[in-house]
Nanobody, 125 residues
Framework: QVQLVESGGGLVQPGGSLRLSCAAS????????MGWYRQAPGKERDLVAT???????????NYADSVKGRFVISRDNAKNTVYLQMNSLEPEDTAVYYC???????????????WGQGTQVTVSS
């Protein structure tokens, strides 16, 4: 049983910073892409950032335009963990943040999406 456990959300003032973490646990064979999404009240869940591991063992990242230059996504493959460093936070960043991983549980299975439980980020003075 694969589980994604998030941590690091909370209340922060505008201009502040937070770091989210998401660790995968359980039995699995490989993790491909990792990412963060967010959902504000009354809105759909939107992509924030993703990170892929290339065949050359380097990382390739992708960001939503609204967070470029402020957020940084990273991963620690040895710990099966993805991070989201959020700087210069704005009230518009307030949302529930969900981590996502594309995981292959055995060598013969296909990759499928797994989601964390969500962590609340509130930016307010």
């Amino acid at each position: 049983q694969v589980q994604l456990v998030e941590s690091g959300g909370g209340l922060v003032q505008p201009g502040g910073s937070l770091r989210l973490s998401c660790a995968a646990s359980g039995s699995f064979f490989k993790i491909a892409a990792m990412g963060w999404y967010r959902q504000a009240p009354g809105k759909e869940r939107d992509l924030v950032a993703t990170i892929y591991r290339t065949i050359y063992s380097t990382s390739r990242t992708n960001y939503a335009d609204s967070v470029k230059g402020r957020f940084v996504i990273s991963r620690d493959n040895a710990k099966n963990t993805v991070y989201l460093q959020m700087n210069s936070l704005e009230p518009e960043d307030t949302a529930v943040y969900y981590c996502n991983m594309q995981i292959q549980t055995t060598v013969i299975n296909s990759f499928r999406d797994y989601w964390g439980q969500g962590t609340q980020v509130t930016v307010s003075s």
